[in-house]
């Protein structure tokens, strides 16, 4: 099974394990709803709605997150650049990193953990 990757230009990031589990990928349809006063319910379609990718890693090798750290703050730069991720399948998808904040932490002395959040382009 492929790996996950990320690329942007000439600089490609590739995951040394798997998503955890459960895998969650959820979608937002783009509709907006609310209430009236009187407790009518509206709802409208503000247009298409939005993919999302939630890569959970529990066992990231710390010989490989320094690269992870790198291409979140010099390639995406958080949410503001648009990168290719390859999703273990081998398909390609157009998405930003959605975390401002680096999600990764060191949870053992050579393991690696967290969850990033990608949002895919439409």
């Not at 991720?85 to 975390?99: E, F, K, P, S």
């Amino acid at each position: 099974m492929p790996r996950i990757k990320f690329t942007r230009g000439g600089t490609v990031w590739t995951a040394n394990c798997d998503r955890a589990f459960p895998v969650g990928d959820p979608a937002k349809v783009g509709v907006v709803v609310g209430y009236s006063d009187g407790g009518q319910l509206y709802a409208y379609n503000k247009g298409p709605g939005e993919q999302f990718f939630e890569l959970v890693f529990n066992k990231m090798d710390s010989d490989v997150e320094p690269g992870c750290r790198s291409f979140h703050e010099t390639e995406a730069v958080g949410p503001l650049n648009t990168f290719t991720y390859t999703d273990q399948a081998g398909v390609d998808h157009t998405v930003r990193w959605m975390d401002i904040e680096y999600p990764i932490r060191q949870t053992d002395h050579n393991r690696h953990s967290g969850t990033i959040r990608l949002r895919k382009e439409i």
